[in-house]
């Protein structure tokens, strides 16, 4: 187990995952944002010292400090590695954990803007429960949607430096006339948490930059634009492995995309 600082979405489990690929002996790696912890599953004769781990981890910009290490025994005692994973993801596409964090991030903050249009009582009852379980799937399709993108851009060895997406940011911040400290609070009081919200705008401009620079680049009009990024996107999710660890959650995306005509996953650009 190792204290790790500095993650805030499903960002960060993918660097800390990524940074961990060359190790040989790693069965898995199991990333809790929240409590600032990541857990090792490793063949002992495989990897003997966890220290170039913590290394590892420390040098893709998370500081990681080696805190406890377990025997086989004393983490079937403890959990399995699946039970462990539903605790804190929700689903995975390939090596991009998604996590409950994040599924609990953007649902409340949905949550709170039905309450506010809608008053208190918008989801109680029947309807209000099938409203709830439409915003559940829609987050979850949503999250797992940036997850298929992100991966195969991951997979192109595309990234953004960090000063231009720093750069970005501030642009953004200009735009809506406003300082940082005053986006903060403005985040704290809709529920969004400063650092969360500053990730996803990264995945966000990583997305839109490769689209428009690898893509899209020297497409003539938006419907030459609309029709390749279709492509690029199905087959990119053709090719995703998606694996839901929330199983009820999975049956509401299900029986949401079902009901829906052409499914959750359609995506305009």
Not at 120 to 141: I, Y
Not at 160 to 167: D, F, G, N
Not at 217 to 224: I, P, Q, T, V
Request: glycine share 8%; aromatic share 10%.
């Amino acid at each position: 187990m190792l204290d790790v600082q500095g993650m805030s979405c499903s960002g960060c489990v993918y660097q800390i995952k990524t940074s961990l690929s060359g190790f040989k002996g790693i069965k898995d790696v199991i990333v809790d944002v929240s409590g600032g912890r990541v857990d090792v599953f490793y063949d002992s004769t495989q990897l003997k010292d966890l220290g170039p781990v913590a290394s590892a981890i420390t040098d893709a910009g998370y500081p990681a400090t080696l805190k406890r290490t377990m025997t086989r025994v004393e983490i079937e005692k403890e959990s399995n590695i699946f039970s462990s994973r539903s605790k804190l993801y929700i689903a995975a596409v390939g090596d991009w954990d998604i996590s409950r964090d994040d599924f609990d991030a953007e649902l409340s903050h949905a949550r709170k803007r039905y309450v506010k249009a809608y008053g208190k009582t918008v989801f109680t009852g029947d309807q209000g429960n099938a409203l709830l379980q439409r915003l559940q799937s829609q987050v979850a399709s949503s999250l797992i949607s940036e997850g298929i993108q992100m991966q195969e851009i991951r997979k192109a060895g595309f990234k953004l430096p960090a000063k231009t997406v720093e750069l970005e940011f501030n642009d953004f911040l200009s735009q809506k006339g406003t300082t940082p400290q005053q986006f903060e609070q403005a985040l704290k009081d809709s529920g969004y948490d400063y650092d969360y919200f500053f990730k996803k705008f990264e995945s966000r401009l990583t997305i839109d930059s490769y689209l428009n620079d690898k893509v899209l680049s020297g497409l003539a009009n938006d419907r030459e634009k609309k029709k390749h990024y279709s492509d690029w996107y199905n087959n990119a999710r053709l090719l995703a492995k998606v694996v839901y660890y929330d199983k009820n959650l999975e049956k509401i995306v299900k029986n949401s995309s079902a009901g829906s005509g052409c499914g959750s996953s359609c995506t305009k650009k």
